[in-house]
């Protein structure tokens, strides 16, 4: 076939080719770019609202601390220090163990301390009871319990002496009994006459005497 021929015959796809690549694909590489438009639309729009949302917010931090081992929590709203406590995994508190500030407490951020009550073995006068505290003397340990000292009563360790944690406080008590006797005392009577009784009768009997002449008639 000669040239003109084989134009004759390709000019309809070439004019197919054109048009699809006006029309087609030109309105494929608009879409695919307001794809990408969109996209980074969508990014910018989400950390816009990430940042307002952080901005109004804000990130809260708290620190457990647990006898010295610190446990950090971070939200995005406030808590009570109670589920503060939950979202760290604290061990299960006793009821003598101290935490600051108080459970039911709402806070913003900061520390939530947790001081645990230790146990101690008290033992007054062979009975023995064991007890949890956080005191730091015996003497403190025994007016917590309610238990008042007479003088003479002994404590080991001495009430100035600090907690023996996880080991034994005795009291030994001091009683006195008084008891009443009556017993029979072997004596003997002596009689003794009273001089100045015998003097007195002697005196009485003058006067008398003289009483009795002065009233003797004269003759």
Same mark, same amino acid.
């Given at each position: ?8 015959? =390709?000019? %309809?796809? !070439? ?7 006006? #029309? ?12 990408? &438009? ?18 109004? +917010?804000?990130? #809260?931090?708290?620190? $457990? ?16 220090? !109670?589920? $503060? ?5 604290? &061990?299960?508190? !006793? ?13 913003? #951020? ?26 730091? =003397? $015996? ?19 001495? %009430? ?14 001091? =009683?006195?009994?008084? +008891?009443?006797? =009556? ?11 009273? %001089?100045? +009784? ?11 005497? &003289? +009483?009795?002449?002065?009233? !003797?008639?004269?003759?």
């Amino acid at each position: 076939m000669s040239g003109p021929a084989i134009r004759s015959l =390709t000019e %309809p796809l !070439r004019l197919f080719n054109r048009w699809y690549n006006t #029309h087609i694909m030109d309105t494929t590489r608009l879409v695919r770019v307001l794809h990408r &438009r969109k996209a980074v639309l969508f990014a910018i729009v989400g950390i816009l609202l990430g940042g307002f949302f952080l901005g109004s +917010t804000g990130v #809260h931090t708290y620190v $457990v601390n647990d006898g010295g081992n610190e446990t950090q929590v971070v939200t995005f709203h406030s808590m009570s220090v !109670r589920a $503060v406590l939950a979202k760290a995994n604290t &061990r299960v508190l !006793r009821p003598e163990d101290v935490v600051t500030p108080d459970t039911a407490a709402v806070i913003s #951020h900061g520390e939530v301390a947790i001081v645990r009550a230790r146990r101690v073995t008290l033992t007054i006068d062979h009975t023995s009871e064991t007890i949890y505290s956080i005191v730091g =003397t $015996v003497g403190d340990l025994l007016v917590e319990n309610g238990i008042k000292l007479n003088t003479a009563d002994k404590v080991s360790p001495d %009430p100035t002496d600090l907690v023996p944690y996880n080991e034994e406080v005795v009291v030994k008590r001091t =009683t006195y009994a008084y +008891t009443s006797k =009556t017993e029979a005392i072997a004596y003997q009577r002596v009689y003794k006459k009273n %001089p100045y +009784t015998w003097k007195s009768d002697a005196v009485t009997s003058a006067s008398w005497a &003289r +009483t009795a002449s002065s009233r !003797r008639p004269s003759r």
